[in-house]
């Protein structure tokens, strides 16, 4: 359910906290006043762009009768239009500024009715008054139900991400199990995605960790494998996890195909939720095994057993009468909101997640919410049961619309009493905390940047830090990268790699792929200035589009790479508008040894326990993290298109006897050099080869 700002007691959602009014010209990232560090609340963290955000918007004032040049008279009138064409049955709607950016995405059971309220021309509250002065055209979408309006709502809100509206934030897919059902020795795996392949999905589960776990125990407890059909089949000998008892070894005969079946029975029935059942023939075999003196197979049997506990363990509540059901319940504290949502799936728990969506800090908690739980199963199945902490308005239409995509009955209901009542009472605790835990990482975070622009001696805390890297082997895979940071920590949306283009360029010259990487990202926004004629840079990006201007660059490197990433924003015109600083290695790459350079300044050295010297080591190691994935990947796509001819000395005949050994080239690249020697054909000296060139260190 999405509430629509003209509905009495309800209120649009404010401007996201980085995403000014692509209407009005905004100033650069980061001119919101610098939060003290020694007076920091974590209310006042929390909301600190928030507000400066809030000053970004136009001021609406009364605008006298019959004047029509004011905004909010050009807003009403477009509405106005609007409301003539508009028909009288349900539909989405959606308000446009002059740039064709969409504020807001409402749904309303009449268009046209909904749309009138707008062009009233007293009772709006500032917040909707906004919006009107910002709308410059109203799109209309009709549809044939107001169930249809809500799910099409939903998935707008989603794709378009209108400042006005409540927005779900931090969405991803969930991972799930799958036990395959296209071989004949089935094989357990976590999946994401399309669920295509045949056989038997399981979840969702919060995380991967989840996930990871759960598969580990239960390879403990039904010896399933999770090695690829193509590594199964080149097998001539088990492999080392049917050695450490985690595999029944059906690859090589190990266990016969009806004892295999029933071993995989037995995982399906447990996650399935008859664990009950399984833990109990598991333990009358363990006592039968025992009662006939075969110790060894009773020790399994207790393994298998131990297993199983480790799982339920791991999964805290497990309630007696919710087989299937999700719950949500929503925390607001110092401007922001907190939903935990926690997943049950066949009696069992598989795991809770925290989402932090962008509301305006005067929505009710039964207001976000609503918004949230709409958005939140736009792209999920719904279960049969969804348990609020809060009564939202018009539950049962979300209901109605959840049942029309799921196929079933979907039931939304807020619980008083009994044992849902208390798994609500339980995901509320855990909003509570984690929205405790938000508060006081972003009151950290301001500290820091604060204490950075002290170090640094900036004229104010940074808002937005963009740090720079690049690697490579021997020149070959370049690529660089650019990773973001702000008041909330690390804005992983927004980091991006580049891909080292120019053919001149000298293998290994790491000074030009720096002034590459800075000139691809920074033309854009001298451009962007340019059109803009401001005498700054100015901020013209939605939420999540890289054209943000940076209020500080941090490279990778000593006083050289400072050099040359000057010379890059020389070239660009922007020598002066870009704070640019080098953090330079310790001697022998020791942590806390890291020595900062600045242009025209001294260099300099901090304290190794200093927490500013900590944050920025932070920064540099996510840099170093994100680029160097990015190579590994390039470098295996590259792998695997050329194939192990690249590798010196390996030539097809020995491509092939690796293959047949190891299965696949992700097997390959994790052998030792003494598993790489036992392959026939393969010498020491290739063996090492071999080793090295898919181990081999990015530059």
């Not at 807001?104 to 009772?123: E, I």
């Not at 395959?180 to 020795?185: E, P, Q, R, S």
Request: aromatic share 6%; proline share 6%; glycine share 8%.
């Amino acid at each position: 359910m999405i509430h629509d700002p003209a509905e009495p007691g309800t209120a649009a959602a404010a401007p996201s906290a980085d995403a000014p009014s692509p209407a009005v010209a905004a100033p650069a990232a980061g001119a919101s006043p610098a939060v003290g560090a020694q007076d920091i609340d974590a209310a006042t963290a929390a909301l600190a762009v928030e507000e400066d955000d809030e000053a970004r918007l136009p001021e609406v004032e009364d605008e006298p009768e019959g004047d029509g040049a004011g905004p909010m008279a050009v807003g009403r009138s477009a509405i106005a239009r609007a409301v003539r064409l508009a028909p009288t049955s349900p539909g989405v709607y959606r308000m446009l500024n002059e740039g064709r950016d969409v504020l807001y995405v409402g749904k309303a059971k009449n268009v046209k009715k909904r749309l009138a309220s707008y062009a009233r021309p007293t009772g709006q509250v500032l917040r909707i008054a906004r919006m009107i002065a910002l709308t410059v055209e109203v799109e209309v979408i009709s549809t044939t139900t107001e169930t249809e309006a809500l799910l099409l709502e939903a998935n707008l809100i989603k794709q378009l991400r209108p400042r006005f509206n409540v927005q779900l934030r931090d969405d991803k897919s969930f991972p799930y199990i799958l036990i395959t059902g296209d071989h004949w020795a089935p094989q357990i795996l976590k999946h994401r995605g399309a669920q295509s392949r045949p056989g038997r999905y399981f979840g969702p589960f919060a995380s991967a960790g989840a996930v990871n776990r759960t598969i580990t125990a239960l390879q403990r407890a039904f010896l399933v494998r999770s090695c690829t059909d193509s590594f199964f089949e080149s097998r001539t000998r088990p492999c080392l996890l049917y050695q450490i008892r985690r595999c029944a070894g059906p690859c090589t005969g190990e266990v016969d195909f009806p004892g295999y079946s029933e071993l995989v029975r037995e995982a399906t029935d447990f996650l399935s939720g008859r664990s009950r059942a399984v833990k109990q023939l598991l333990a009358a075999e363990m006592e039968k095994a025992s009662g006939e003196l075969e110790f060894e197979t009773a020790a399994l049997y207790r393994d298998r057993l131990a297993a199983l506990s480790a799982i339920q363990s791991q999964q805290g509540i497990n309630p007696r009468t919710v087989e299937e059901a999700d719950v949500f319940a929503i925390h607001q504290d110092g401007g922001y909101s907190c939903v935990e949502v926690f997943f049950f799936r066949t009696g069992q728990n598989w795991g809770n997640r925290a989402y932090f969506p962008r509301a305006e800090k005067t929505f009710t908690p039964a207001e976000v919410l609503g918004a949230f739980v709409a958005q939140f199963y736009d792209d999920k199945p719904p279960p049969k049961l969804i348990l609020l902490s809060h009564e939202i308005d018009e539950a049962e239409l979300l209901a109605d619309a959840l049942c029309v995509k799921a196929g079933h009955k979907v039931e939304v209901s807020v619980p008083k009493r009994g044992e849902k009542k208390e798994l609500v009472t339980h995901a509320q605790t855990n909003a509570r905390e984690a929205l405790g835990r938000k508060l006081a990482d972003t009151a950290t975070q301001a500290r820091l940047l604060d204490s950075l622009a002290t170090t640094l001696g900036l004229p104010k805390a940074p808002q937005r830090i963009e740090v720079y890297d690049n690697s490579h082997i021997q020149g070959t895979n370049a690529v660089g990268a650019m990773i973001v940071a702000g008041p909330d920590g690390f804005i992983k949306n927004q980091y991006r790699k580049f891909n080292i283009r120019s053919e001149g360029l000298t293998p290994g010259d790491d000074y030009a792929m720096m002034r590459e990487v800075l000139q691809r990202r920074f033309k854009r926004l001298a451009a962007l200035q340019t059109d803009g004629g401001d005498a700054e840079p100015a901020d013209k990006s939605k939420d999540d589009e890289v054209p943000q201007w940076p209020d500080l660059v941090i490279i990778d490197g000593g006083r050289g790479q400072l050099n040359a990433a000057r010379e890059a924003l020389s070239g660009i015109g922007l020598t002066d508008q870009v704070t640019l600083l080098g953090v330079a290695k310790g001697p022998d790459r020791d942590a806390g040894r890291e020595t900062l350079f600045l242009p025209d300044r001294d260099a300099i050295k901090l304290e190794p326990r200093d927490p500013v010297l900590y944050f920025i080591q932070r920064l540099r190691d996510e840099a170093h993290r994100f680029v160097i994935g990015s190579h590994r990947t390039l470098r295996k796509k590259d792998i695997r298109e050329a194939g192990l001819q690249e590798i010196p000395g390996i030539g097809p005949t020995r491509k092939r006897a690796l293959l047949l050994h190891f299965g696949t080239l992700k097997e390959i690249e994790r052998a030792s050099i003494a598993d790489l020697g036992k392959v026939p054909g393969i010498s020491a000296e290739s063996a090492r080869r071999i080793f090295e060139f898919f181990h081999a260190r990015p530059g």
